[in-house]
Each structure stands twice: as structure tokens, then as C-alpha cells.
């Protein structure tokens, strides 16, 4: 069964320090990755996803298949980039996934003044 | 374009009742997806609609059913409420197959007492 572990449930950084999300998925095809974010009072929505190799918001994300790894990061954290992130998997087009989003529990990231 | 819209936003029953939820999805979408966020936890897949029918189901019980109308929008219904049922439910739609990205809507928050 596919599996997206996000180790911190937790993290807080100052402004202007670099962050890292961490993300582990497990699934041994060839998945395709994303990081949703949640500001407060906000719907979920795409930041970033593997196969756009686009830099959001300072965010970059790097697919490691040895380590089965897509951790989220940004060189200097900003207050705005306080909010919960999800990591989420799904499955390449040999399975028969269809679009279904395997998410991760979350991080919840604070970054202080 | 509002989006994707779910309604109601919040709502409140007792064990053993019926609830249905509803969906539209955004302009040009024809594929929905029903997602259980519990709360602390990622959001877990219930199912997918494409074109009217259900593609493809989560490890949900048979308790949760949905459907998908003409104009593509969808309704998620939960008969004999269980306490365990309380949580935030997604409605994401998607172009196409699903495999493009999904956009989420805000979420019917269920209460069962």
C-alpha cells in the first residue's frame, strides 16, 4: 500500500532561516509528488509538484528515488510561510490509481519573527 | 470562478442518521474526488467520479456513497452516522482523467453526536 510519512508534525524556524519539510514516501514505482499547503482559514492547495519542477514561493522540492524522498525547501523563511503542509503521492499511470492522492499527516511549519 | 464549492459548511447530526454533502466542481472539471480529513490527520480518499460512475474507492465502508450528476457535480452520502464519522470532508475536482492537478474546495465540516 502506498504510504507518505512526514516525520514532524511540528517545526518552527525564525525568519530568514532556511526550512526543510521532510516527506518519505514509499510507494516503488514511479510516483508522482506534491506538496499541498494550508494557510489558516484557507482550502488546501497545490504549492508544488515534482514533474513542474517550478520554484513556488522560494519552495523547491527534489524527487531522491534511492531514498524515496521529496522533502520541501526554502533558502530564508518568511512569516507568511507559517501554515500546514502536506506531502502527497499518486500513483503512475501503470497502476491503477487514477488520480487517488495518498497524503501525508502533515507539518505544521511557524516561522517567528 | 468560485471555484470549487461545497456545501453545507458545517453540519451537525446524531448517531444512526443520514447525511449528504454536496459538490461543484470548478469550471471545466469533470472529475471529483471525496477526501475524510479527520482531525490531525491528512486527508484520506473516499472515492472518485468521473463521467457519472464511480472509478475508483478508498478502504471506506460501504456506508459512504456518492454520485456524480450531468452537469458533473457530486454528492457524498454517509448513512447510519457513527461518532467516528465527525471530520472535514473535501470535495477536489480535476480535468480530464484526474491525473491533472486537483483543486480543492473548502470543506463540509460534520459533527456526530
Known amino acids: 500500500a502506498q504510504r507518505v510519512t512526514q516525520p514532524e508534525k511540528l517545526l518552527s524556524v525564525f525568519k530568514g532561516a532556511p526550512v526543510e519539510l521532510k516527506c518519505n514516501y514509499s510507494y516503488s514505482g514511479s510516483p508522482e509528488l506534491f506538496w499541498y499547503v494550508q494557510y489558516s482559514r484557507q482550502r488546501l492547495q497545490l504549492l508544488l509538484r515534482h514533474i513542474s519542477r517550478e520554484s513556488i514561493k522560494g519552495f523547491t522540492a527534489d524527487l531522491n528515488k534511492g531514498e524515496t524522498s521529496f522533502h520541501l525547501k526554502k533558502p530564508f523563511a518568511q512569516e507568511e510561510d507559517s501554515a500546514m503542509y502536506y506531502c502527497a503521492q499518486r500513483a503512475d499511470a501503470g497502476g491503477t490509481s487514477y488520480g487517488k492522492l495518498t497524503f501525508g499527516q502533515g507539518t505544521i511549519l511557524t516561522v517567528h519573527p | 470562478d468560485a471555484g470549487v464549492t461545497q456545501s453545507p459548511t458545517h453540519l451537525i447530526k446524531t448517531r444512526g442518521q443520514q447525511v449528504t454533502l454536496r459538490c461543484s466542481p470548478k469550471?471545466?472539471?469533470?472529475?471529483v474526488s471525496w477526501y475524510q480529513q479527520a482531525l490531525g490527520q491528512g486527508p484520506q480518499f473516499i472515492f472518485q467520479?468521473?463521467?457519472?460512475?464511480?472509478?475508483q474507492r478508498g478502504n471506506f465502508p460501504d456506508r459512504f456513497s456518492g454520485h456524480q450528476f450531468p452537469n458533473y457535480s457530486s454528492e457524498l452520502n454517509v448513512n447510519a452516522l457513527l461518532l467516528g464519522d465527525s471530520a472535514l470532508y473535501l470535495c477536489?475536482?480535476?480535468?480530464?482523467?484526474?491525473?491533472?492537478?486537483?483543486?480543492f474546495g473548502p470543506g463540509t465540516r460534520l459533527l456526530v453526536l
Open positions: 469550471s471545466g472539471h469533470d472529475t
Open positions: 477536489a475536482s480535476s480535468p480530464k482523467t484526474g491525473w491533472e492537478t486537483q483543486y
Open positions: 467520479y468521473y463521467e457519472e460512475e464511480e472509478r
